[in-house]
């Protein structure tokens, strides 16, 4: 299997706070890897380089074996609305549109024109268990049915590697497992590259393979080993 991403040796301080000290971490096309770690050990910073939010101050990002950290901030904007997808914890649906016209967006974004965007978002309402709520707003949705639209909507373009950061973290458990088990399926059938960063260990349990972020390095380890 070829390296959907890669970071190598990568450092990031924010001012005097140093969060990554040479992480290293290659993940596989396909492949869904669970970050976790210690509070404030540089997970989402970790997560942030890797989706080109974020620009290292030493080492390399690769993506497909392309260096991304070295392109400009349009060329990034760029690559993150056309190959990646994201999903975070709270307050990314966009209160004043329908749970439609939120799914819509990237496809709007990216000049597809409002009709077609709007069916083919609509389209996802049904996989993913949210029948009849095109047209809710944000503050008309549980805490469950706002997490699988912003999945929908993160999903909708076909990214080639979806983030997820604490996806599940505003989520009961029964909720949580059920997001979980969504995002698992649906990245599988499409082979979408998944990093998920969780201080779950039940959420991680969904991934192939675990990674620890420690004090900015990445220790990696695969689970069967640690269990045997
Ligand atoms: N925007 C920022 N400005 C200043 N310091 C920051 C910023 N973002 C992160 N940090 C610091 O960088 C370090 C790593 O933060 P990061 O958010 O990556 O950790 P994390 O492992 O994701 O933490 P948590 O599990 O608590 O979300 C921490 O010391 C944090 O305080």
Redesign the pocket.
Known sequence: MSAALRASGVELS??A????RGADLTIATGEIVAVM????????????CLAGILVPDAGQILVDGQRIDTLSETRRSELRRDRFGFVFQFGQLVPELTAAENVALPLLLGGVRRKPALQQAREWFDRLGLEGLHGRRSGELSGGQAQRVALARALVGGPQVLFA??PTGALDSITGEQVMELLVSLARDRGTTVVL?T?EARVAAYADREVI?RD?RVTSFDTQEAAA
């Open positions: 924010f001012g706070t140093p969060a990554l770690g210690p509070s404030g050990s540089g997970k989402s910073t970790l997560l942030h950061d604490e960063v201080h972020v900015g």
